[in-house]
Every structure is written in structure tokens, then in C-alpha cells.
């Protein structure tokens, strides 16, 4: 597999946006994590049949076209050429799509009825930018003339009765500090790390000393170190070398698993921004997808046994030029595909309307369609697997969107309790001022503020 360098190179190569976010992302991830890492729930009680969410978020636009190859279509390989997967080299899913081959642990999911794929989805906001698409991912707002500063996992939390055992035990941020966690209910923050771990024989007096002058700072710090040696349980399958995508994974899986560790996880996966040497069933897209797979099988393993109550969901700004370019790659698109796994999906099946790849079908004479707003999916997730009322989801996760109705039967069963709430909107959200990039967007699109 590459070096994580080369990588992160040849995705930002021809597209200056994707050098901006990567830079723009880290510092918030440090800036941001740093002040969160205090949030840990002690107070709650054990219970089982509660379920565990992890949103992955895919950065760069993901080629839904090459991840779930439309083996049905016959303009798939009159389109796409010399980076056209053949049929042959697929994992079969049905009679009409087959995964990629480097997908290897999901397409195993995916046939034992552990996994699914939802097709022909896209953000509402179809304008082909990094920047603005992954904020409408982030915010489930209808588009950039909506205006809110929150994301909608943090919306969930706020909105949800403080009884309730999602919004007790709360949410976990791996990595950097994303928009669908920004708001006003706290949120754990970790990270894996190259540092060297601090001895006891440092840690204890240091500690002995903030709790004598700084309580707040004292109990922030014993809750990180509580939260960290959660995430970094011993595995029996610990490699030195494994990429800190992958460490990323494990903890996320360890601290859903424990019982009174998060129920929310969000991780990001950079990268996915395909202009050239894209590759077909090898090259720069399938190193992508196989340490993506090589992760979500570190998570399955790490979050044992509760698998069986976990949703995954792995979702992207936006997806490909259905035609290959001239540099044997794909430029920014509109339809792509979302991935669910996890022991509560209803797996085996490839959800959504196919709208075709002829030249009449296409959107814009460029890209595959979307057929399904991808708020119908979380949407869907949320309904299904968390019993979140449709009058909240409507109203206060994902704002004037009642004629966007939930995905169904993408969950198997409902697999935790919820506490009851008076009124099914929840509990009011408090929003955080707009930052100075979202009142000038509100603006340009003459939105008052």
C-alpha cells in the first residue's frame, strides 16, 4: 500500500479545494479536540439493547460508480473505459450491481445480510464543491441559502430527552473536530497518537497538583486518560505499523463498546478526490477501499459484541463524472453511493432508484443522478435504529425537511429503548453564532439573518 503521504498528494493533486480543506480540517481538529476530550458520561447507568451510531464521513468525493460498479448497465463501460471494472472482477450483489473487489470484509458483511448499499444518493445541494457540499452533509440542511452554524448529530443530541440513553451517554469526534458534531451539547474528543504515553510516575503527580488548583482542569484530564485507555484496549492483533486510520477505527470500536462509553462515533477518511491515475480494480482508488475495508473489519472486531446493535454508515460529499477524464480519472459529480454495515442493518440488499447511465438519463450531461436525497438515508438510520421521533427529525436534526421522508427498512429491528419525551420535537436547540464565512454566504443568497 502507498505511504500515507504519497497519498494524500495524489488526492489533492489538480484540485486546489481539496489542499485548502485538508489544511483547513486539521487545524480544527486540533484546535477543537483539544477543548472537548473532557466529555466522557460516568453517571449512566449500563443498559442493554442500546444502540451504537458511527458516522463515517468519506472527504473528496467517493466514485459511487467504481465502489458499487453498475454491472447492469451497459453504458457503465462505454462511459468509464480504461477504468471500467469488469463485471468478472466484482463481488457479486445481485443481478444488477456488483462491489469492488478490493471491499473484501463488506462484501462478506453484505452477504450475511450485514451490510448494504444505498445508490444514486447525493446532499441536496448539488454545486460540485468540496467545501460547500460537506457542510450540507454535515449540517442536513436543504442547501446553501439555509443557514445554521450546528451539525446534525449534535442537533440529535440537544434535541433528544436528557433521560434518554443516547443523550446521556453522548458522542465521541475521532480525529478532527467536524461540523455534524459542532453545537452546544459536549462531545468527547480523541485521537490516536504517535506520542509516547506518560508514565504514572509523571501522570500521578502531575494530577495530585490540579486537583489541589484546578478542579475543572483536574477532571478534565482524569476523563481524557479514562477515555484513552478505552480507545487503546490491548488487541491481540496490535501491529506497530497499522495506519492510524485503522488505530482510529479500533478505538472508535472499543469506546462504543464499553458500557458506559459513547453511543455516537464520527470518523473521517480524506483522500477520495479522484482527477487522475484513478485506477480500476487496482491503483490509487482500490489502496483507498481496501484500507477502508481493513479498518471497518479493526471496528467490527474492536466493538464485539455490540456489532449486533451497531449501524455503520459511511457517506461522501459527493460522487464522480460518470465519463472518464483525460488523465484517467473522475472530476467532481453528483450521485454517488452511501455504505451501511453493522449487525442491526438490513443487509443484502442495494437500495434506491436506478435512474441509467444513457446519455438522456444523465444529470447535466455529466453525472449519475441522484434519485435519493441523502437525508432520507440518516434519516432512515435515525427512525429505524435510534426510535427518533419524525417530528424532531422533520423540525429540529434536519430543518424544513418533512417532504423528505425516512429511507425504510434499512434497519433490522429497533434494538434499544427510548425515553419517552412529552413533545416529539424534543427538547429546544440552541444554536451557536454564525460564523463570518456563514453570514456572507447568507447574504450572497439574500437570506436574512
Not at 43 to 58: E, F, K, Q, S, T
Not at 135 to 162: C, F, H, K, M, Q
Not at 242 to 264: D, M, Q, T, Y
Not at 324 to 340: E, I, K, P, Q
Request: aromatic fraction near 6%; hydrophobic fraction near 40%.
Amino acid at each position: 500500500m502507498r505511504d500515507q503521504n504519497d497519498l494524500r498528494r495524489a488526492a489533492a493533486e489538480g484540485c486546489a479545494e481539496s489542499r485548502l480543506l485538508l489544511t483547513r480540517r486539521a487545524m480544527l481538529g486540533v484546535t477543537a479536540g483539544l477543548f472537548s476530550a473532557a466529555y466522557l458520561p460516568r453517571d449512566a447507568m449500563a443498559a442493554d439493547g442500546d444502540a451504537r451510531l458511527l458516522v463515517v464521513v468519506l472527504r473528496g468525493g467517493t466514485d459511487g460508480l467504481s465502489v458499487v460498479v453498475p454491472t447492469g448497465d451497459r453504458d457503465y463501460e462505454r462511459l468509464r473505459r480504461d477504468i471500467a471494472i469488469p463485471t468478472s472482477a466484482t463481488i457479486k450483489l445481485d443481478s444488477d450491481f456488483g462491489l469492488h473487489p478490493a471491499l473484501k470484509t463488506f462484501g462478506k458483511l453484505f452477504a450475511k445480510n450485514e451490510a448494504a448499499v444505498v445508490h444514486a444518493t447525493c446532499v441536496p445541494l448539488r454545486n460540485r464543491s468540496h467545501f460547500d457540499c460537506q457542510d450540507n452533509l454535515e449540517n442536513g440542511l436543504p442547501g446553501i441559502g439555509a443557514v445554521n452554524s450546528t451539525g446534525w448529530l449534535n442537533r440529535l443530541l440537544s434535541a433528544l430527552p436528557s433521560g434518554d440513553p443516547v443523550a446521556k451517554r453522548g458522542a465521541i469526534q475521532v480525529g478532527e473536530a467536524p461540523l455534524i458534531l459542532r453545537g452546544p451539547a459536549p462531545v468527547l474528543g480523541w485521537s490516536p497518537t504517535w506520542f509516547t504515553p506518560v508514565g504514572r510516575d509523571v501522570r500521578r503527580p502531575l494530577l495530585s497538583v490540579y486537583d489541589e488548583i484546578d478542579r475543572p482542569l483536574y477532571s478534565a484530564l482524569t476523563r481524557g486518560i479514562e477515555a484513552n485507555n478505552l480507545a487503546l484496549k490491548s488487541d491481540a492483533s496490535d501491529d506497530a505499523d497499522v495506519s492510524a486510520l485503522r488505530k482510529g477505527f479500533r478505538g472508535a470500536g472499543h469506546l462504543l463498546a464499553e458500557p458506559n462509553g459513547p453511543r455516537i462515533a464520527v470518523l473521517s477518511v480524506g483522500n477520495w478526490d479522484t482527477h487522475s491515475g484513478q485506477g480500476a480494480a487496482e491503483g490509487f482508488l482500490a489502496d483507498r477501499l481496501i484500507e477502508l475495508d481493513d479498518a471497518l473489519a479493526d471496528f467490527r472486531k474492536a466493538v464485539g459484541s455490540a456489532w449486533k446493535k451497531t449501524v455503520v454508515i459511511c457517506a461522501t460529499e459527493f460522487g464522480r463524472t460518470a465519463r472518464v477524464n483525460g488523465d484517467s480519472g473522475t472530476d467532481h459529480g453528483v450521485g454517488t453511493v452511501a455504505l451501511l454495515a453493522g449487525g442491526a442493518v438490513a443487509g443484502g440488499k442495494v437500495y434506491g432508484d436506478w435512474p441509467g447511465l444513457a446519455p438522456s438519463k444523465l444529470f447535466e450531461d455529466s453525472d449519475l443522478k441522484a434519485t435519493t436525497d441523502l437525508r432520507a438515508v440518516f434519516k432512515g438510520v435515525l427512525r429505524g435504529h435510534l426510535d427518533v421521533p419524525a417530528g424532531m427529525l422533520d423540525k429540529s436534526i434536519f430543518p424544513d425537511s418533512a417532504k423528505i421522508a425516512p429511507l425504510t427498512a434499512l434497519v433490522a429491528g429497533g434494538s434499544r429503548e427510548r425515553v419517552s419525551s412529552a413533545a416529539d420535537t424534543g427538547r429546544p436547540v440552541r444554536q451557536r453564532p454564525l460564523p463570518p464565512i456563514a453570514r456572507y454566504r447568507a447574504k450572497q443568497a439574500g437570506v436574512s439573518l
